[in-house]
Each structure stands twice: as structure tokens, then as C-alpha cells.
């Protein structure tokens, strides 16, 4: 043992063994599969994980939440058809208005695993703008989605659509209100109540 191991009472603690909520914005990287590297922060960030690996879990998730919230007479707006077909079953109230909606019903392009934020472009958007949704918002994805950063998320959406790459794109990672941290893709947007229901796909 060094001098400073005696001096002080043992080695010093490894990065990784601090745990993820005492991580401070400027230590090193979590070395951890992606998944659990995903889930970690994005807990952090204040949102609700509902992980499920059948299409009976994933209803049961979605009516858990409606109970939870008390979101059974209200409105679900969202912007992709595809989830209404989906979920016609669930016996949601579904809706094209925003300002009527309760919550915003959507799906995403990315889960980010370097800081848990979720990555959306104008196919979950449209035009609008974070601040023209509800503050809550059910974020139905694939455990395929999960990709290590936003660089590669970013990558991927390139290589997705190529001549035609989406507009509007954004990160959500403000789900609780004391959140003040923002980078370039998630400035000027609102901290949302955020539920996260992940099907495993993989």
C-alpha cells in the first residue's frame, strides 16, 4: 500500500463504485452493459421504467398507468396512427388535439444509454414544439432502440432516412421539474412527467 493509502485509510474508490445518484456530471463514463447504463440514468433524470418482454406485460403496464393517474376518462393525444391500431384494444381515449389532451402518446427514434435521455424527431413531433404538448407522456419502445450515445443515435438516424433525414430533432431528459441541466438538443424544453414502457425486442 502507498504512503497515501496509509495516510488515509485504504485505496481510493473506483469511479464506478459511487453510486449513479451521487455521479457527479463530470466523472468518468459508467462501464456498463447499455441497458443497465440506460435504466440508470434515465431514473436519474426522474423518469418511470416499466420494462416488459410480452405484449400481455406491456397492456398491463399501460393500464397500471392509467389507474395509477386516474387517466381513465381522459384524452390521449397522439401523432402516429400506428399506435391507435396498436393499442385500440386498451379502450384509451384517443385524440389529435394537444391543448384537450391529458398526455402525449408516443414512440421515439433512440434510448440514449450515456445520459438516459430519449431521442425524437418531427416523426414523433410534427411541427410542434415540446412546450405545445402535455406534460405527460407515455413513451412506448424496443430494447433495439437503445444505442450507446447521442452521437450514435444521430449516426443512426442519418443512415436511417438518408435523402430524407427527419426535422425537429430533439432529446428529452427533463422529467422532473428540479432538472436544470440542458445541452444544444434539449434547450429551450419543459421537464415532463415521463413514463417509459420498453419492450424487449432482442
Same mark, same amino acid.
Given at each position: 500500500?502507498?504512503?497515501?493509502?496509509?495516510?488515509?485509510?485504504?485505496? !481510493? !474508490?473506483?469511479?464506478?463504485?459511487?453510486?449513479?445518484?451521487?455521479?457527479?456530471?463530470?466523472?468518468p463514463e459508467l462501464d456498463l452493459p447499455i441497458d443497465e447504463k440506460f435504466t440508470i440514468y434515465f431514473k436519474k433524470n426522474g423518469g418511470k421504467f416499466i420494462y416488459?418482454?410480452?405484449?400481455?406485460?406491456?397492456?398491463?403496464?399501460?393500464k397500471n398507468i392509467v389507474e395509477e393517474n386516474n387517466w381513465q376518462d381522459s384524452s390521449f393525444f397522439h401523432l402516429d396512427d400506428r399506435l391507435e391500431r396498436k393499442f385500440a384494444s386498451e379502450h384509451l381515449k384517443?385524440? !389529435?388535439?394537444?391543448?384537450?389532451?391529458?398526455?402525449?402518446?408516443?414512440?421515439c427514434e433512440h434510448l440514449i444509454a450515456q445520459?438516459?435521455?430519449i431521442l425524437i424527431s418531427s416523426n414523433q413531433l410534427k411541427e410542434r414544439k415540446m412546450n405545445e404538448l402535455p406534460d405527460n407522456f407515455i413513451v412506448y419502445a424496443t430494447t433495439s432502440q437503445l444505442t450507446p450515445s447521442l452521437g450514435d443515435g444521430l449516426k443512426s438516424i442519418k443512415s436511417k432516412y438518408q435523402g430524407s433525414i427527419p426535422a425537429n430533432i430533439t432529446t428529452i431528459k427533463h422529467f422532473q421539474s428540479n432538472i436544470k441541466e440542458e445541452d444544444f438538443l434539449s434547450y429551450g424544453s419543459t421537464s415532463k412527467n415521463l413514463y417509459l414502457i420498453l419492450m424487449e425486442d432482442l
Open positions: 500500500m502507498s504512503i497515501f493509502g496509509k495516510l488515509f485509510g485504504g485505496s !481510493k !474508490k473506483k469511479s464506478s463504485d459511487v453510486p449513479a445518484e451521487n455521479r457527479g456530471v463530470h466523472m416488459c418482454d410480452s405484449e400481455d406485460e406491456v397492456s398491463l403496464a399501460l384517443f385524440s !389529435k388535439s394537444a391543448q384537450q389532451s391529458t398526455v402525449f402518446f408516443t414512440t445520459n438516459g435521455s
